[in-house]
């Protein structure tokens, strides 16, 4: 999972929590006092005290947890020590309850106010919240697990270095499967140590010399350097040049100065430093992959009307099916398939070659003005940009997001030049950007990957919706659609 997913999963954790604690601490009060005192006391007398009162709880509830490490990574905890944790944060959320209910209720004279409804209303909201909290994690955890032995959900590692360290690292990784991490492969020029399984003799792929290399053609989320740095700082200063250049994160076992053993590399409190890697606030990836859910699903439910109207008009003008798919180079290097209305005859790929050679771009993408492989109601499509509204739906299920450097084709990936413009891979692709709005398909490549970057260093919330704002005026104009 890369770091935005990881955000945005965290925060919805983090969410979750408050609802839960908020919900089940109506329903106790409910059941305790009445609705007569809720509705009464804590909604109609002094709204304004209420109100202060109410953040001072949620903010006792989330310091509570957050205290006892209910946000940190727990891959390794077993059952009680997860059911440990949660019940110390429960307690603590409890306590914040209790004082809660004394500073609305005692003040106001909340009728029916007793002591023994008072605590069992705590007693009550204790054991709700340890039980659905536990639950919710549980089921979490074993969901998660699930869909990462079957290849989802994962974070690619290519492992720096082939001594016992690295060794035992890779080994944890591999046995344990179900934590997500897949290996990649190791990177030095030869064995340093004896003890190598059978499974890992045939992952050497290479000297340092070849990680440039490497980095350009591998699916790819970390790289981790497990070399001394005594011995190895200039090595390893270029190593996390490298991944800067291809925005790859860099990470180092914390234990820099000791080539022996494995550490605690994967220890539920980790020594892993990290050495490089792209920082996004959370709560912005958080607002941008919900902006993302709710105007691609909004967009797909509105627009269901025009896509019978447009998938009826392709079936009609040419033969073929209605949608073009095609393998798009996305985050990490990751490929997944883009959907788009189909513009083109249905054999076009098949007739790449007979205009290859009137490309009108002078990078390694394609760009005809007059392709004649488009069909009538393709040209239509193309100068609306309708034939892009399918891409809501990679947006929806998370492969693209509403702004972002624009997904490339296979082809045009592999005639990349420089390694820098692999920077772009570092962020989930767009249906817009700085490109589609300062002109499209008459900027050079070049300046098209400049763009790219230069969205990426300056990346706020505010700038994608001045992108979105901006792309509405450019697409109405159809400037640049070729």
Not at 77 to 102: D, E, N, Y
Not at 198 to 217: H, N, Y
Request: net charge positive; hydrophobic share 45%.
């Amino acid at each position: 999972m890369n770091q935005q997913a990881r955000n945005f999963l965290l925060e919805g954790a983090m969410l979750a929590d408050l609802v839960l604690c908020a919900g089940v601490l109506t329903v106790s009060s409910v059941h305790d006092f009445g609705s007569h005192w809720l509705g009464g006391t804590l909604l109609v007398e002094r709204p304004l005290i209420q109100i202060v009162l109410g953040l001072m709880l949620v903010s006792g509830w989330h310091l509570s947890f957050v205290a006892v490490g209910a946000y940190r990574s727990h891959r390794l905890s077993t059952p009680p020590q997860l059911a440990m944790m949660l019940c110390k944060g429960t307690l603590i959320a409890a306590l914040c309850a209790a004082l809660w209910s004394v500073a609305h209720a005692l003040p106001f004279g909340a009728a029916g106010f007793s002591f023994s409804a008072f605590a069992l209303q705590i007693v009550d909201f204790a054991v709700l919240t340890f039980a659905l909290l536990l639950l919710s994690r549980m089921g979490a955890r074993y969901s998660t697990r699930w869909m990462r032995r079957r290849g989802r959900n994962l974070r690619f590692v290519l492992m720096v270095g082939t001594n016992s360290r690295a060794v035992a690292m890779a080994e944890f990784m591999t046995q344990h499967s179900s934590l997500g991490y897949r290996l990649t492969g190791f990177v030095d020029s030869k064995w340093h140590t004896a003890e190598v399984p059978r499974d890992f003799r045939q992952m050497l792929m290479g000297d340092l010399e070849a990680l440039p290399s490497l980095l350009r053609v591998l699916t790819l989320d970390e790289v981790v350097i497990a070399l001394p740095i005594a011995s190895f700082y200039e090595p390893i200063c270029s190593i996390i040049a490298e991944c800067r250049k291809h925005g790859i994160m860099a990470r180092c076992e914390g234990r820099l100065f000791d080539a022996q053993g494995a550490g605690s590399f994967f220890e539920p409190e980790p020594s892993l430093i990290t050495l490089h890697e792209s920082y996004r606030s959370r709560n912005s990836v958080l607002v941008k992959r919900l902006l993302d859910v709710l105007v691609s699903l909004c967009a797909l439910l509105v627009l269901t009307p025009l896509f019978v109207v447009i998938a009826a008009a392709i079936k009609v003008s040419s033969p073929g099916p209605i949608f073009f798919k095609q393998e798009r180079v996305g985050l990490g290097k990751r490929r997944f398939k883009i959907y788009k209305f189909r513009t083109m005859v249905e054999d076009a790929e098949k007739r790449m070659h007979e205009v290859a050679h009137l490309n009108e771009s002078a990078g390694p993408t394609f760009k005809l003005t007059r392709d004649p492989r488009i069909t009538r109601i393709g040209q239509l499509l193309r100068r609306t940009s309708l034939d892009e509204v399918p891409q809501f739906i990679n947006v929806l299920i998370g492969e693209m997001s509403l702004v972002g450097p624009r997904p490339l084709p296979v082809r045009d990936y592999d005639g990349f030049s420089e390694d820098w413009y692999r920077r772009r891979f570092s962020v989930k692709p767009g249906i817009t950007c700085l490109w589609q709005i300062m002109g499209r398909s008459s900027i050079a490549f070049d300046r098209w990957m400049e763009l790219d970057i230069n969205y990426i260093d300056s990346w706020s919330l505010w700038l994608d919706l001045k992108i979105l704002l901006r792309t509405i005026p450019v697409v109405l104009r159809g400037s640049g659609a070729v």
